[in-house]
C-alpha cells in the first residue's frame, strides 16, 4: 500500500511556533525531504529529532520528485519541509504536490506559521479579499509588467520581498500605483525585531532611502479604490438618442447603439426617447 505525503510547516521565525502534530508527524514519518538539509537539520536538533533527510530543492527536484514519489509508493511516509514556513507556498514542493496528486496519493496539509497569512492579519489593510502575489521578477520589464497588471485590481495584494531589492520594487510600485497608494511593511515577523509599518508607498520610499532595509520583508498594498460607475439617467439616454440622430442615424438606430453603450434596456431607451 502506498505511504502519504505529508506538508509540515514551521517556524518563520520563532522556534516556539513548531506545534504538536508537526512534531508527531516528523518524528513518525519514514524520511524528511527538505529544501536545505542544512537548515532542517538545526531544527530537527533542536526538536531532539534524528530522521534521514533527502534534499528536494529548486534546481533538483525535477529528479527527486521522482525518487521521493517511488519511495512513497513503496509504501514510505514523506514529511516535507521547506527552510521556513508553509511548503508549497513560493517555495518548492508545488511540484511534488502536483506529482503526488496526479500518482493518487494522499496529501495532508498541516496548517501552521505562513508569512502572507502572518503579515495580512497583522497588516491593518482589508482582509476580506486579497490576493497573494509571491516574488516579483528581478528583472525590471517584467517586474514593471506583473504591476502594471495589477492596477485596476481592487483586493488587497501581498508579495514576498529580499531586502536588497525592496527599494526598487517600492519605485515601481509608486510610480504604478501612485505615491499615496497605502502600504503595510511587515518585515522579521515572528522575531526579536518585528516591525510592522503602516505607511504610504511614496513615504516608504524616504524612510527607506533614510535607513536601508534588513531582514525579510512582506508587503501588503491596499487594493485600487472601488469607482463608483455611474447609473445612466433616462435624460442621458434620450441626450445620446437625439445626439445619434443629429449624426443621421434612424430612431431605430440611435435607440439600439445607445442600449449599447449606456447598458440599458432597449425599452427603457425607446421609452426615454418618446418625445424627441
Ligand atoms: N513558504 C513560506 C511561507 O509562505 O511562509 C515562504 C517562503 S519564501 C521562499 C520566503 C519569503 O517569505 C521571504 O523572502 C519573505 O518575503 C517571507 N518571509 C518568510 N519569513 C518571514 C518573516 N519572518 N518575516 C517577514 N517575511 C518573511
Known sequence: MAGMLYLVPTPIGN????????RETLEAADFIAAEDTRVSLKLLNHLGIKKSLVSYYEHNKAYKGNV????????ETCALVSDAGSPAISDPGEDLVKQCAEAGITVCAIPGPCALVTALS???QSTGRFCFEGFLSTAKKSRREHLEALVGESRTMIFYEAP???????????????PERPISLCRELTKLHEEVVRTTLGEAIEKYTANPPKGEFVLVVAGAPETVKEIPTADDAAERVRQLMDH???RKDAIKQTAQELKLP???????????
Open 266 to 276: 432597449k425599452n427603457v431607451v425607446y421609452d426615454a426617447a418618446l418625445n424627441i
Open 248 to 250: 443621421g442615424l434612424s
Open 164 to 178: 536588497h531589492k525592496l527599494m526598487n520594487t517600492l519605485e515601481d510600485m509608486a510610480a504604478v500605483f501612485g
Open 15 to 22: 522556534l516556539g511556533d513548531i506545534s504538536q502534530r508537526c
Open 122 to 124: 497583522i497588516s491593518g
Open 68 to 75: 521521493i514519489l517511488e519511495r512513497i509508493l513503496a509504501g
